[in-house]
């Protein structure tokens, strides 16, 4: 009997520690992965910034007078299109 309680006592203890360096190993992956993710939301962020920006600057060049006076002109040359 005191054999049995003995190796019990001693599976649990190795049980303990094992599901310890798991957790352990298991919170290294999520950190690893939790940085990993935080990286790419800053990164897709500032993707996401200089897209709306460029949008912006193309929408404002596409309602500008350049490009009505431009297009006036459009039928012409294609009058006189070699």
Known sequence: MY???RA???WRIHAEQRRSLKQRAASFCRS???????KWSVSADAEKA??????AKARRALSGGVLKA?????????????
């Open 8 to 10: 019990v006592g001693q």
């Open 3 to 5: 054999s049995q309680t």
């Open 50 to 55: 200089r897209l709306t920006s460029l949008e």
């Open 32 to 38: 690893d992965e939790l940085h990993a993710f935080r």
């Open 70 to 82: 431009i297009n006036t002109w459009r039928p012409m040359g294609a009058k006189h299109r070699y």
